[in-house]
T-cell receptor, first 112, second 118 residues
């Protein structure tokens, strides 16, 4: 079945450091890919998305490129802030069912 | 943008009580909504797909009689945890996609309901 694999956390960085959170997927067909962010005690917010190969999603300084050849959708940010501390979920949307399949989430902690 | 509202945000109740959680799409009509459960420091687990006007589709291992889902209108789905016990304590989140925005649009999530059963 379809699945999403994310790097284990927590990821601990100093402010202004470079961030990479790895995400790879297994899927049939052509899923859409998403990154969602969850702040403490809250629901999920869409961070960015990509719907086809080589698409780059970007938002708030975060970027991820849909790489079909490596089945990856790694999240990057050039300079993180303390306010970026949250849990980040990589997800794919199954083409035929509209179901979201989530990775396990990666906690990011940014210190001043 | 599209907004999904979930209510209540937090519930604390005694064992044996039934608890209803509401999920509303505020500015679009959702023929399909999804219910997830999130355990502490874990990912989201899809429980069921709620279909307007028909029965919900439950994922394997989810008890239909324990988690009753009703999707009576295009803007409201409810999840009722029947005769809740401490092991049902969790964070429940709903989501919906605005079909009017075209294909491949993301699902929008409610803020979640933290259920604590004493």
């Amino acid at each position: 079945g379809n699945s999403v694999t994310q790097m284990e956390g927590p990821v601990t960085l100093s402010e202004e450091a470079f961030l990479t959170i790895n995400c790879t997927y297994t899927a049939t067909g052509y899923p859409s890919l998403f990154w969602y962010v969850q702040y403490p005690g809250e629901g999920l917010q869409l961070l960015l998305k990509a719907t086809k190969a080589d698409d780059k999603g970007s938002n708030k300084g975060f970027e991820a490129t849909y790489r079909k050849e490596t089945t990856s959708f790694h999240l990057e940010k050039g300079s993180v802030q303390v306010s970026d501390s949250a849990v980040y979920f990589c997800a794919l949307c199954e083409q035929n069912t509209d179901k979201l399949i989530f990775g396990t989430g990666t906690r990011l902690q940014v210190f001043p | 943008g599209a907004v999904v509202s979930q209510h209540p945000s937090r519930v604390i109740c005694k064992s044996g009580t039934s608890v209803k959680i509401e999920c509303r799409s505020l500015d679009f009509q959702a023929t399909t909504m999804f219910w997830y459960r999130q355990f502490p420091k874990k990912s989201l687990m899809l429980m069921a797909t709620s279909n307007e006007g028909s029965k919900a589709t439950y994922e394997q291992g989810v008890e239909k009689d324990k988690f009753l889902i009703n999707h009576a209108s295009l803007t409201l789905s409810t999840l009722t945890v029947t005769s809740a016990h401490p092991e049902d304590s969790s964070f429940y989140i709903c989501s919906a996609r605005d079909p009017g925005t075209g294909l491949y649009q993301p699902q929008h999530f409610g803020d979640g309901t933290r259920l604590s059963i004493l």
